[in-house]
């Protein structure tokens, strides 16, 4: 590979007292420094972070200071989705009373399964009137901010134009409570 | 009687060339990276599909750690002086505001803020703040006067406000935080989260919001 010219031809056709001074080339070989400069290279760039932060962003409702300031939906395009610890979601739709607790309210999960959320939150979509889709989101005291921003991004995923993120009422946050008790995180 | 001779061609290239070309990629890469800054707060933050970059300048940074402790940070050294002015004389503070327009982050109750000031740079870590208060069950919202002041200081100009919140952080610190936000009547924040990709099949992913107004 190397191209150091170390040939001395045409030395002995002059007279011995004549000597020609040996060339030398000047070339050296790159090769080995490319190498080196491609591994850089590549080190640096495995090695940079190439994921930016991005901003997420949320418009906050402003306070209804009256209670008739508020918007009234209807109750058949609720669908209230409530978060617990250790990654439990829960969801109902409509309301919720006494006598139909325990057969509407239901237990999902952050997965893309058939009982995932993301399902649950499409199948309402699309049996309710566009007009009409509310999303009520009730995190209670004990869910982690990742959650939240999972469910937030949820919305987004599946394009529901109209959500809200509202405090858990003591009932709600009892029923969360029970119904985690009875199903420990597997 | 004489072959003609064939040119021997030498086997080795040039490789002048490409080493420029690498060392051109290399000079590229390392100026481009932006070393991460060594954080004084330890957050992880969640991840998300929104694809917008985050903003980088005049904003007002609200961070909550995994213990749910509450940073406010800003970039502006204006306006930060003009939240020290403002605390010297509406509370007495006695504030030092080259520390203060120095400092990266507050992470103190305002009672704390001067001995918080007096620390070396190096021990003003996360851990070792306890954090602006915001448990309204323990006291006052602090950040609700915090971030009256910075709007103030913002007044009539834009501010990015955004917050940073670590994936284990609970919920009622996220909410006293979003308190202190409408307090304030600041309905627009952003929450800073990491790339994601679409989910393929979603609806999203149907109809990428570039195709929709606003």
């Not at chain 1, 978060?83 to 006598?99: I, P």
């Not at chain 2, 870590?125 to 200081?153: F, H, Q, R």
């Amino acid at each position: 590979m190397a191209e150091m010219d170390t040939s001395s031809g045409g030395g002995h056709k002059k007279g011995p007292g004549v000597k020609k001074a040996k060339k030398l080339s000047t070339r050296v070989d790159l090769t080995p420094m490319v190498d080196l400069g491609f591994l850089l290279i590549t080190f640096f760039i495995f090695t940079t972070t190439m994921s930016q932060p991005t901003a997420f962003k949320l418009f906050l409702p402003k306070d209804a200071e009256k209670p008739e300031d508020n918007n009234p939906v209807k109750q058949s395009g609720v669908l209230t989705i409530l978060l617990g610890k250790d990654n439990h979601v829960f969801y109902y739709e409509g309301m919720l009373d006494n006598s139909n607790a325990s057969s509407k309210f239901k237990s999902a999960n952050f997965g893309n399964g058939d009982d995932g959320i993301r399902n649950v939150i499409l199948k309402k979509k699309v049996n309710t009137p566009e007009t009409d889709f509310v999303v009520v989101l009730k995190p209670n005291p004990e869910c982690t901010y990742k959650n939240v921003v999972t469910i937030l991004d949820e919305m987004s995923i599946n394009v529901v134009k109209r959500y809200a993120l509202v405090d858990i009422t003591e009932v709600e946050n009892q029923l969360v409570k029970i119904t985690e008790a009875a199903n420990p995180v597997k | 009687m004489s072959r003609p001779k064939i040119a021997r061609k030498s086997t080795s290239i040039d490789m002048t060339a490409m080493c420029d070309v690498a060392f051109l990629l290399l000079s590229f890469f390392i100026l481009t990276t932006k070393p991460k800054a060594s954080e004084a707060i330890n957050v992880v933050t969640p991840s998300s599909v929104a694809s917008k970059a985050a903003p980088t300048k005049d904003i007002v940074l609200v961070t909550i750690d995994k213990n749910g402790k509450v940073f406010l940070s800003m970039d502006d050294e204006e306006k930060k002086e003009y939240i020290a002015t403002t605390l010297n004389s509406t509370k007495g503070l006695n504030l030092n505001v080259a520390a203060f327009k120095k400092a990266e982050f507050w992470g103190t109750a305002f009672g704390q803020l001067p001995s918080f000031l007096a620390l070396p740079v190096e021990r003003r870590t996360g851990d070792a703040m306890p954090g602006i208060p915001v448990d309204t069950t323990k006291g006052t919202n602090e950040l609700i006067e915090w971030l009256n002041l910075a709007s103030k200081a913002y007044a009539g100009r834009k501010m990015n406000l955004l917050l940073k919140g670590d994936n284990n952080s609970k919920y009622p610190y996220f909410k006293a935080v979003i308190d202190a936000f409408k307090k304030n009547d600041l309905l627009k924040f952003e929450m800073i989260t990491n790339p994601e990709s679409v989910p393929i099949g979603s609806e999203l992913f149907k109809n990428p919001p570039s195709k929709k107004v606003g």
